[in-house]
Every structure is written in structure tokens, then in C-alpha cells.
């Protein structure tokens, strides 16, 4: 029993006060006001950080993000749950681990490099626009390809595919295949079996790629700065520019915001898709 106990008081003491304590500290700090004189936080009760969040454009931002996180994670969604099902049902164990390691190698260099390869892809002298163009599909460079929305999405799915991937692969792992030979056996086909069962039993993996990538999102900037134009903006560069004039309540206000949302998301994805089944064992 005590060395249970010690075993599971190091982990603890890590998880509060390398993650818990500065979360909190955001918090209490992102009611704290801001004096513009000295341009520090002056220990005194205030709302106005969380008032502020809708002056000057930033409501706006905030709600650009979120769509941006919920797009980026929907698409990753529909993506890697057939990729996820051809790596663990079709594919034998060689080619899983390649499909595998052509998910995660890109992530083997800087993640500024991933960005800027899009550029060479989307611009208008880029790759895709060279052979538009040569196959008389297109008589000018499509500008939208880069520098807009379109842009920004496609480098924030290339990103963070993996990890929409890898929790459903888990999911699917979990799955009884006596449940699916059970469905077959009574006639369902393939979509009806992947509905009617498949589906359902990988809720949770599907949830967890979701807020994987939704969090992930919400947190980025590269994508955004490099695929989106001067004029583009998310979160986390409305918060790099709030900390430039040194204002961390406002900052600490947006993040506590974000944090709000994805807790709430979290209890959601716990109370209907069942996230925590994830981590039982099966069976169970």
C-alpha cells in the first residue's frame, strides 16, 4: 500500500506543479487589472481583461478561431477514421507500420518547414498551380490557393492528421471482433456493420481525435502566419501581439477563455461519447 502510494505521489506532484499551479495562476492573474503606466498587473479585483476581449476586433478573432479549430478537426476526422480502419483491418503489420510512419515522419523536421513547403505548393508559381495550368485547366494562377482560409486549413489538416488518427486506431483496437463477425453473420453489410456497430463502439476514439486536434489548433500560429496572409490572425497570435504591450491580464483572460471551452468540451465528450472508456480495458 505505501509504495502504491509513493509511486503515485510522484506523477501527482509533477501533474500540480508543473501543469495544475501555472493554470491556475493564469486564472487568478486574468482578474487582476492592468496598470498602463507601469505596464504590470496591479493586485486588485477586475473584469476589465474579460471586457476588453471584445473591443478592437478580438470577439471576432476568438470566434475565427473556433471555427477554424472545429473545421480543421472535422476534416481530420474524415480522414483518419478510413485511414485509421485500413491500418488496422486491411493492412497486415508491415504496411500498418508504414502507413504509420509516413503519418509521423514529417513531424521529424521543424514544423516552420512543413509550413513554408505549402507555399511552394500553393503560390502562384507553385506546384499546383504549374500543372493546373500546363493541363489547360486553368488560364491564370488561382490567388485563393494561398494567403486565405483554403490555405490555412489545408496546413492545419496536414498537421495535425496524426493526431486524429492515432486515437481512433486505438478506438478500433478496443473493438470486439466477435461483435463484428456477430453482424456479418446476421446479414449487415459493410456500411450498415461500420453504422450500426464499428461506429458506436469508437465514439470515444473519434471524440479524442477531435479535441486532440481541435486543441491543437486553437494553440497554433505558424499555420496561420505563414499560410494566411498579413491580414490573418488566431488566438494564439492575438495573444503573442496582447503580450508585446506587456498586457498579460487581457492575455491571461483570453487563455482562461480557451481553457473554459475546451474543460466544457471535455465534460461533453465524457458525458455522451464516453472518453473515459477509452483508457479501460476491454471488455470492461
Keep these: 500500500m505505501k509504495t502504491s502510494v509513493l509511486l503515485l505521489a510522484a506523477p501527482l506532484a509533477a501533474i500540480l506543479v508543473l501543469g495544475l499551479a501555472p493554470l491556475i495562476l493564469v486564472v ?43 473545421l480543421t478537426s472535422a476534416i481530420c476526422l474524415v480522414i483518419a477514421y478510413p485511414t485509421a480502419y485500413a491500418m488496422y483491418f486491411l493492412a497486415g503489420r ?36 504549374t500543372l493546373l495550368q500546363q493541363a489547360g485547366i486553368t488560364d491564370a494562377p488561382l490567388d485563393w490557393l494561398l494567403f486565405s482560409d483554403f490555405a490555412v486549413i489545408v496546413g492545419l489538416v496536414a498537421s495535425y492528421l496524426p493526431f486524429a488518427t492515432f486515437p481512433v486506431l486505438l478506438s478500433m483496437r478496443r473493438v470486439d471482433p466477435i461483435a463484428m463477425a456477430a453482424s456479418r453473420d446476421l446479414g449487415a453489410g459493410f456500411w ?54 506587456a498586457n498579460f491580464p487581457l492575455a491571461f483572460a483570453i487563455s482562461t477563455l480557451m481553457l473554459v471551452i475546451v474543460f466544457g468540451l471535455v465534460l461533453i465528450g465524457n458525458a455522451i461519447f464516453g472518453l473515459s472508456s477509452l483508457f479501460e480495458e476491454r471488455g470492461q
Design 94 to 129: 508491415t504496411l500498418s507500420v508504414v502507413l504509420a510512419a509516413l503519418l509521423t515522419i514529417p513531424f521529424f523536421t521543424s514544423y516552420l518547414i512543413r509550413s513554408f513547403s505549402w507555399r511552394l505548393l500553393l503560390g502562384r508559381t507553385g506546384v499546383i498551380n
Design 28 to 70: 487568478v492573474w486574468s482578474f487582476c487589472a492592468w496598470d498602463s503606466a507601469t505596464y504590470w498587473i496591479k493586485p486588485e479585483f477586475s473584469l476589465a481583461a474579460y471586457g476588453a476581449i471584445l473591443e478592437a476586433g478580438r470577439w471576432s478573432v476568438f470566434l475565427s478561431t473556433l471555427g477554424k479549430a472545429f
Design 192 to 245: 450498415t456493420m461500420g453504422r450500426t456497430v464499428l461506429l458506436p463502439l469508437t465514439y470515444s476514439g473519434v471524440f479524442a481525435g477531435f479535441l486532440f486536434v481541435f486543441v491543437m489548433v486553437a494553440g497554433s500560429s505558424t499555420e496561420v502566419q505563414m499560410l494566411g496572409g498579413a491580414g490573418a490572425s488566431i488566438v494564439s497570435v492575438m495573444i503573442n501581439d496582447v503580450m508585446r504591450v
